[in-house]
């Protein structure tokens, strides 16, 4: 049997693409290989929001010319890297036989039609076929916010909401086949619904997917600080399929520098947001984003974000060093004037203060009994993640995978936890 190989940097809907273009692969009669040698097509799915992705990209690009000129696979590009601008693509890269922009499965398939590599007759189609117990459900495409830094609606465009019916017959048939959860991904996923002739929200879909039998849990991500609802937030609290984990993005602590990032929000709604979230929903996770060395931003201005994620706790933070994007509002109009080394040092800071508030907030979990779901094997032992987003790893010898099972939890860290079958 031929082998495929994909190669996924960059957001869940960018590792959600990649699933079904490798779920349409296996549907032709490929199968997937962990390595790029033995592939006859390769599939590189890219991503471009930070400048070191970018850079990983390339250098992946150029690793893999002396294994065309070998091997002659076939070679496809695909995620926020291909723009309107393909020419360009194509000149810097000609080992590269295809190049499709996000979602642009059609390209992929009709490229691959044409070389006769599709056998006749057979029809797949994009919708995963062999899923694992936990996966990925795109909602809705593109965004609309136009963050002065972020080059996503440029390259994903516009919001573009999949219909209701849509996703729960797609999410029903992925239960049938034994998915236990689903996450639900879009840019921005609480602007679900509003671009629809009805105009249900992502309240109204999360309570009809808490309906599919087989289902046991429903996770969301990522949201917005100025389209979270209270109605969102209740129906997190009252569906008992729903996990109590949100991402909220921060980005800054400091007003003028979200003003700058066109957020939307103040630090004092986003505080609120946090107080009201925590009220209706006690033991929610919360993970949230940061930016430093935006453009313009002072020590002072720093600190007040250093101070704001000290306070809050998160449960996860994941933190990033400003970069300019090519036709982002910042790149245009703000000058990149936080030096490299800056930047470093304030980076370094955030993630040293999140490692302590991530193992006191983990330490809590020592000698509970914590429900989990297996999705698969990591140096011999099972791992899964908890109702709240927790890594946990345990050993069995059975075969665990697909199950939610109990683990007493013994050890603790600031990443994950290490337990036993309770």
Not at 38 to 52: F, K, M, T, Y
Not at 83 to 106: C, I, M, N, T, Y
Not at 162 to 181: D, H, N, Q, T
Not at 240 to 245: G, L, P, R, S
Request: hydrophobic residues 35%; aromatic residues 6%.
């Amino acid at each position: 049997m031929p082998y495929y190989h994909i190669w996924t940097i960059g957001c869940q809907m960018n590792k959600a693409d990649s699933e079904r273009i490798g779920s349409y692969l296996e549907q032709i009669g490929y199968q997937s290989s962990p390595g790029a040698e033995e592939a006859e097509i390769i599939v590189l799915n890219s991503c471009v929001v930070r400048q070191s992705a970018e850079n990983r990209v390339i250098n992946k690009l150029n690793s893999l010319k002396a294994l065309k000129r070998r091997q002659n696979p076939i070679l496809a590009l695909t995620g926020c890297i291909v723009d309107s601008r393909v020419d360009e693509l194509k000149r810097r890269f000609p080992h590269v036989d295809l190049f499709f922009g996000p979602q642009a499965f059609f390209e992929l398939s009709r490229f691959l039609a044409n070389r006769h590599l599709v056998p006749e007759g057979l029809e797949p189609d994009l919708l995963l076929s062999s899923p694992s117990p936990s996966t990925f459900v795109p909602i809705i495409q593109g965004c609309d916010n136009f963050c002065s830094y972020c080059i996503v609606p440029y390259r994903r465009g516009r919001e573009r909401s999949r219909p209701m019916e849509e996703i729960l017959c797609e999410v029903e048939g992925l239960a049938a086949r034994g998915v236990k959860e689903v996450t639900l991904l879009g840019q921005n996923v609480d602007s679900y619904g509003h671009d629809l002739p009805t105009r249900p929200d992502l309240a109204d879909l999360l309570g009809e997917l808490n309906r599919i039998e087989g289902l046991e849990r429903i996770r969301f991500l990522t949201s917005h600080p100025k389209d979270m609802s209270e109605r969102l937030i209740e129906a997190m609290a009252h569906l008992e399929k729903v996990c109590e984990h949100l991402s909220l993005p921060l980005q800054a602590g400091d007003d003028d520098i979200l003003r700058a990032m066109r957020r939307g929000y103040t630090v004092e709604h986003y505080r609120e947001l946090i107080e009201c979230i925590r009220c209706v929903l006690p033991h929610v996770a919360l993970s949230t984003d940061v930016i430093v060395g935006f453009p313009g931003e002072s020590e002072e201005q720093f600190q007040r974000t250093y101070d704001l994620l000290s306070e809050l706790g998160f449960d996860t933070v994941h933190v990033a060093a400003y970069s300019p994007r090519p036709g982002t509002i910042a790149s245009r109009r703000l000058e990149d004037d936080v030096p490299a080394e800056e930047k470093r040092r304030r980076l370094e800071m955030v993630e040293s203060l999140q490692e302590g508030i991530a193992t006191e907030i983990n330490r809590k979990l020592s000698g509970q009994t914590v429900e989990i779901l297996v999705e698969g094997r990591k140096k011999g032992k099972w791992q899964g993640r908890t109702g709240t987003n927790k890594l946990v790893f345990f050993s069995d010898e059975a075969d665990r995978l697909g199950e939610l099972v109990k683990v007493k939890v013994e050890k603790t860290s600031p990443w994950a936890l290490q337990g036993r079958l309770a």
